[in-house]
């Protein structure tokens, strides 16, 4: 157990860079399901008062738009971390 207890404390650093890159992808994908949200009601609201041109013309890019996740971020926080 002392070996792996070092193995930790000699990776605490990368440890923590690691949580903050999750920490930073949680953040961002609970923007994008509150943007996601917000264009899918306004979407909703358009159907429901039959404005179907309307609906069709703004849907596709407020959708698009909401869900568009960033692809600037480290893609997977583990990718380089190995023990």
Known sequence: ????DSVLDARAGELKNVDQAVM?????VA?????LRKALDAL???LDDRQF????ASGYQDLAWANGLSTTRLAHPLKNFLI
């Open 1 to 4: 157990m002392a070996n792996a």
């Open 24 to 28: 930073d992808e949680v953040v961002g």
């Open 31 to 35: 923007q994008a399901i509150g943007d």
């Open 44 to 46: 909703g609201g358009l």
């Open 53 to 56: 041109e309307k609906a069709a």
